[in-house]
């Protein structure tokens, strides 16, 4: 028997448009492909993540978009990854309680993977989660695919304030998943406040940079065709 770290697994990706209707055969092909990899113990919490990621894209782009679900490998992570074509419409991990109305959908699969995040496009978004099949797999985030050019070094600039106003920092890893990424809103939040505060408080007006910052926000986003 071939062993399963050895495997080659060929991504396994369906178009589809998103629908609740869509969802069920959608569930019994990610378990039959799990079957052929070899990864049947990982299934139920696969299917519940896809239903979860789709019911997103349903509830915040709308019933009837056009939607890809990709299933694969990133070393020893199994990988699964939902694109839908609204860049600005984006999954919120929330502290959802018993009264809430949203916010559980991200918060389950947070709890379920081992790491998620988003890669927004010009023309579109990739909304991911991973989870570990193997008990020692590296748990330090790779970025995948690669950053849009000029990024990184402001993210860097991002993480290392963050880590000022975070209680629970996390060095050198995306927080997202398990690795905090409810906490690390919260001090991000904390830190556009205070500056906002800052700036007032010298006679600048807050809604104009705000405005200035989306502004260079959406020129450094990626143009890439699908």
Known sequence: MIPETCMVRTPWVRKFVASEEEVSGLRRGVRARLDEWGLPKHADDVQLCVSELVANVIGHVGTGTPTTLALLMNGAYLRIEVHDP?????????????????????????????RWGVHLHADRKVTW??????????????????????????????????DLYDPTPVPGRLRSGRLGAAQAEE?????????????????????????????????RLPSVSS
């Open 187 to 219: 001090a991000a939040i904390s830190v556009i406040t205070d500056l906002l505060h800052w700036l007032g408080a010298r006679g600048r007006d807050a809604d104009d940079v705000l405005d200035r910052a989306q502004m260079r926000y959406e020129a």
């Open 86 to 114: 609204d860049p600005r419409a984006l999954p919120t991990l929330v502290a959802a309680d018993t009264e809430s109305e949203g916010g559980r959908g991200m918060a389950l699969v947070s709890a379920l993977t081992d």
């Open 129 to 162: 989660c991973e989870i570990a099949t193997v008990p020692d797999a590296v748990t330090e985030y790779v970025p995948w695919p690669a950053s849009a050019p000029g990024t990184e070094t402001g993210r860097t600039r991002a993480e290392t304030v963050i």
